[in-house]
T-cell receptor
Framework: NAGVMQNPRHLVRRRGQEARLRCSPM?????VYWYRQLPEEGLKFMVY????????ESGMPKERFSAEFPKEGPSILRIQQVVRGDSAAYFC?????????????FGPGTRLTVT | AQTVTQSQPEMSVQEAETVTLSCTYD???????LFWYKQPPSRQMILVIR??????QNATENRFSVNFQKAAKSFSLKISDSQLGDAAMYFC?????????????FGQGTRLTINP
């Protein structure tokens, strides 16, 4: 059973461009979480999605950031008009459900660099 | 709001010795989970150990054990017989157990160095 897949692993964008980060959850997992890790900091929650639904987006910046998890295909975190402050590692995690005992399994992360 | 505090930005230990990493948290909830994650230079987040708040017994996984003090809101990680491969950033994390509120709240991390 393959783990959580994220691509690309490294992404370089110029200021003003768009960044698209993809996350394929583990097989059988329908819950996806996105976290951001700024340099020398812990991970910060951004958004929690189930298939076709955003459950909790309390950690998402109000502008330029959006996330989706369609019925088919990977979850996408989209950052429009990137700025240098968006440079960070973005981690996706997945779980099979929200019940007690279900763990979140992390992907290897996407390191975004904005030049 | 829930917060997690790791007061030790860096720790070092001699190989084969024991080291304890500290973590405190703040919550008004009674049902939650606590975790320690390891992040080696590859940046992959690896779950080391977890503790359910309603369980009084401290969790243990091989050389890793926790000291969970619920009243003090303290959750420290003890690594016994430290090995070179234990060198990494260690993050303490908290997760409330409410449907629809599954986010993990992380501390700032402790960088652990193992001296040969």
């Amino acid at each position: 059973n393959a783990g959580v897949m994220q691509n690309p692993r490294h992404l370089v964008r110029r200021r003003g461009q768009e960044a698209r980060l993809r996350c394929s959850p583990m097989k059988g997992h329908s819950h996806v979480y996105w976290y951001r890790q700024l340099p020398e900091e812990g991970l910060k929650f951004m958004v929690y999605l189930q298939k076709e639904n955003i459950i909790d987006e309390s950690g998402m910046p109000k502008e330029r950031f959006s996330a989706e998890f369609p019925k088919e295909g990977p979850s996408i975190l989209r950052i429009q008009q990137v700025v240098r402050g968006d440079s960070a590692a973005y981690f996706c995690a997945s779980s099979p459900g929200a019940q007690r005992g279900y763990e979140q399994y992390f992907g290897p992360g996407t390191r975004l660099t904005v030049t | 709001a829930q917060t997690v505090t790791q007061s030790q930005p860096e720790m070092s230990v001699q190989e084969a010795e024991t080291v304890t990493l500290s973590c405190t948290y703040d919550t008004s909830e009674s049902d939650y989970y606590l975790f320690w994650y390891k992040q080696p230079p590859s940046r992959q987040m690896i779950l080391v150990i977890r503790q359910e708040a309603y369980k009084q017994q401290n969790a243990t996984e091989n050389r890793f054990s926790v000291n969970f003090q619920k009243a003090a809101k303290s959750f420290s990680l003890k690594i016994s017989d430290s090995q070179l491969g234990d060198a990494a950033m260690y993050f303490c994390a908290y997760r409330i157990q409410i449907q629809g509120a599954q986010k993990l709240v992380f501390g700032q991390g402790t960088r652990l160095t193992i001296n040969p």
